[in-house]
């Protein structure tokens, strides 16, 4: 609970609980169990989230009815194309971030790497 009322990035905060326990209606769940809320009149939405607090687990069919970009709500049988593929949330920081050829990370050893030795204070 304490975690509730000072930190954000733990869940919804005790402001937002209240206010969707007062004020919101429970408009659907997507597949990531993140809750989408309106109010009464759908003057504001709003999304709490489930585990960790990230942005990028919303899908995009959600974010434009969270900004009233579209007033369909969005359901699980999405009219998709073949060739569109499923929403991934960002992945830096895992072990599926994308990083370029060029990065350090990707670079192996080469010769050269291996016959120099770094100078260290006290050699």
Do not use: C
């Amino acid at each position: 609970m304490l975690k509730e009322i000072f930190t954000w990035w733990h869940g919804q905060t005790l402001g937002v609980r209240l206010w969707t326990y007062f004020y919101g209606r429970l408009v659907a769940e997507d597949q990531y169990k993140n809750r989408y809320y309106s109010n009464k009149y759908d003057s504001r939405r709003w999304v709490v989230y489930h585990g960790e607090i990230d942005a990028s687990k919303v899908t995009p069919e959600w974010n434009n009815w969270l900004r009233f970009t579209s007033d369909k709500v969005p359901s699980e049988e999405n009219d998709k194309y073949d060739w569109q593929l499923d929403h991934t949330p960002n992945q830096t920081g895992t072990i599926n971030a994308y990083s370029p050829k060029s990065s350090p990370f990707n670079r192996k050893k080469s010769d050269k790497d291996l016959d120099y030795e770094k100078w260290k204070p006290g050699n």
